[in-house]
């Protein structure tokens, strides 16, 4: 006879199972109550609402629907990659038909006739270029102007520029200044090998050569040209991925040799080397025209660092030091005149250390706490120098044990307690700026995934949502009605001045409105593993954090996570905000497009960048 099961899940042979007993599975317990040693991981599991379970009907990940034709594949490819895409594409576009446009202008109906039939093909292709880089100076300093972008990314035209892309366009544009330069300068090389063979004055393969190295380097246009070339890549050099992130000091300083770059550009072409065939010769409107596509995005630019001397004046000093473990410094600072949005991010300046670098940092502070806060690691040249001088001592033998600081961090410096005998040096801040993440509460669900030290971002957010869902501090409700906070970390210590907020949350959040799941992806040796589990049986809490929230280890099924957010918010538009290695950041883009569905839930991917 076959056993009555009480569920598809019940795979017993009707003996007692250690099935029976999974907080998943409901089941029947004399008395009405459930042995007290499960009660915890039940409401656990409860609060993780299926989206992390492994033995149940729930972790296996149900694979989305494709879009049936072109229009639905359409719409989801506009969900996060249609307007980027298509905002590039125009831009390209524009480069093609000035290119074209350009080359037939120069070509045919150019007053240079001489010019094209002395030097021949290589005349309008370098004229061409130029005039390409000339339409690159209209956009190069448009995207670092932050306070433009931050302004302009709160109008309707965040729906349709990609602003929160700024990074990338810079750089796509000075690649851009980098192709054109090479074309032009090849260009010319030929046409000045021409000049230099018909040199009457040049009889000899020696005199050739000397005209031509004349031609390079003792003529206005030779001159500055290659100045302008040397002082290009030279900053394109420097700021390459690998070059920035080892040594930020050589980015910053030989970027400011942009300077130098216009100053050359718009003398470059004044000298009229070339004269055209018929008057005007070399009137102002023909000659030296850089300043014309500069002047748009130089003024703003301009407007910019006025801006910026204007706010660095405003009373501005750090409240409170606070060191914490894992070389994690948090500054807490007072400023006039200034309010923030959760998501946003400052550059910070220490005279002290350096009065010219200006280094960006994540706030960490809610806009409804009477601060603003960063938490900085302690990894670089500049971050070293500002921690030695706010008090911090990183680099003590006393520090480097395991018990540096108490999780909660211990205070350095204050300017309240007159007991910690230390003069705070001056700092200035420019910002805030706007980001990705600052778009989080245009959506009722929204998925957080930091990676190490990139969980800074959510700490502001998840302050916020605290104050709102809570109304303290007068705070502003809030459409969210739920939040997945994932946090991918190697080592638990990584950020252990998050483990507070992470705890003030689970405290505060009766509604189980915040989810919390946290992954360790370091190898645990067995018998590690072992002891894990021993403590966490019966425990009211994580072995590991502490908290009512599990802990994952290995990373995270992004198929089972998105497929779960996907059943359990349908016709929903999630909000997936990242903050972290680029590596991650393509799969969690991926599955964004992958689960997201025109007339269903739809997953908006946004990453930090600066």
Same mark, same amino acid.
């Given at each position: 006879m076959p056993l009555k099961r009480s569920s598809g899940l019940d795979f017993s042979d009707g003996k007692g199972s250690a099935l029976d007993q999974h907080p998943d599975v409901p089941s029947n317990y004399a008395g009405g109550s459930q042995p007290s040693h499960l009660q915890r991981n039940k409401t656990e599991r409860r609060r993780l609402q299926g989206l992390q379970r492994s033995l149940t009907n729930s972790s296996i990940s149900k694979a989305p629907a494709k879009p049936a034709n072109w229009r639905q594949q359409f719409d989801v490819w506009m969900i996060n990659e249609g307007g980027r895409q298509m905002f590039f594409g125009v831009w390209i576009f524009l480069h093609l038909l000035v290119a074209i446009f350009g080359f037939i202008h120069y070509q045919l109906k150019d007053n240079s006739e001489t010019a094209r039939q002395l030097f021949g093909v290589t005349f309008p292709i370098a004229r061409t270029a130029a005039l390409v880089l000339h339409v690159d100076v209209i956009f190069i300093l448009l995207p670092v102007c932050r306070n433009f972008i931050s302004i302009l990314r709160r109008t309707p035209l965040n729906d349709i520029i990609p602003f929160d892309k700024n990074i990338t366009f810079h750089k796509a544009t000075a690649w851009s200044i980098v192709v054109g330069t090479i074309v032009h300068i090849l260009a010319h090389m030929v046409n000045f090998g021409k000049l230099a063979m018909l040199d009457t004055n040049a009889t000899t393969t020696g005199q050739r050569v000397a005209a031509f190295f004349a031609a390079n380097f003792l003529t206005g246009p030779g001159a500055t040209g290659w100045i302008m070339t040397a002082a290009l890549f030279t900053m394109v050099y420097f700021a390459m991925e690998k070059k920035r992130r080892a040594n930020f000091e050589w980015f910053w300083y030989s970027h400011h040799l942009f300077i130098v770059f216009f100053i050359a550009w718009q003398l470059h072409g004044m000298f009229c080397m070339i004269k055209p065939d018929r008057p005007p010769y070399c009137s102002p409107n023909t000659i030296g025209v850089f300043w014309r596509y500069w002047l748009v995005g130089g003024v703003i630019w301009i407007w910019e660092r006025i801006l910026r001397e204007i706010r660095s004046r405003h009373i501005t000093y750090i409240s409170k030091v606070i060191q914490h473990p894992s070389n994690v410094m948090e500054l807490q600072i007072k400023k006039e005149k200034t309010t923030t949005r959760a998501g946003q991010y400052i550059f910070l300046s220490c005279?002290?250390?350096?009065?010219?670098? @200006?280094?960006?940092?994540?706030?960490?502070?809610?806009?409804?706490?009477?601060?603003?806060?960063?938490?900085?690691?302690?990894?670089?040249?500049?971050? *070293?120098?500002?921690?030695?001088?706010?008090?911090?001592?990183?680099?003590?033998?006393? +520090?480097?044990?395991?018990?540096?600081?108490?999780?909660?961090?211990?205070?350095?410096?204050?300017?309240?307690?007159?007991?910690?005998?230390?003069?705070?040096?001056?700092?200035?801040?420019?910002g805030p700026f706007g980001s990705a993440s600052e778009d989080f509460l245009n959506y009722e669900t929204i998925l957080l995934v930091g990676a190490g030290i990139g969980v800074t971002p959510f700490a502001?957010?998840?302050? #916020?949502? @605290?104050?709102?869902?809570?109304?303290?501090?007068?705070? *502003?409700?809030?459409?969210? +009605?739920?939040v997945y906070f994932t946090w991918v970390i190697r080592d638990f210590g990584t950020a252990e001045w998050f483990h507070s907020l992470l705890h003030a949350i689970e405290e505060q959040d009766t509604s189980n409105r915040i989810e919390i799941n946290i992954y360790l992806t370091a190898k645990i040796k067995e018998d590690d593993m072992n002891n894990i589990i021993v403590q966490d049986v019966g425990a009211e809490k994580d072995a590991i954090t502490s908290l009512r929230a599990p802990t994952h280890f290995g990373r995270p099924n992004w198929d089972r996570v998105f497929s779960s957010i996907g059943e359990k918010h349908p016709e929903t538009d999630v909000g997936v905000f990242f903050c972290g290695p680029a590596v991650?950041?393509?799969?969690? *883009?991926?599955?964004?497009?992958?689960? #997201?569905?025109?007339?269903?839930?739809?997953?908006?991917?946004?990453?930090?960048?600066?």
């Open positions: 005279p002290e250390v350096s009065y010219f670098q @200006w280094h960006p940092f994540t706030l960490t502070s809610a806009p409804e706490e009477d601060y603003i806060s960063v938490h900085i690691r302690v990894v670089g040249d500049f971050t *070293k120098a500002l921690a030695k001088a706010v008090g911090c001592d990183f680099d003590t033998k006393e +520090s480097k044990g395991k018990g540096d600081a108490p999780a909660g961090g211990k205070v350095v410096g204050t300017v309240a307690n007159s007991a910690i005998n230390r003069t705070l040096p001056r700092v200035m801040v420019d502001s957010i998840l302050k #916020s949502i @605290w104050y709102r869902m809570n109304n303290f501090n007068q705070s *502003k409700p809030t459409r969210l +009605s739920k991650l950041s393509k799969t969690l *883009k991926q599955m964004s497009n992958k689960y #997201s569905q025109p007339r269903g839930t739809r997953f908006f991917f946004g990453k930090e960048n600066f």
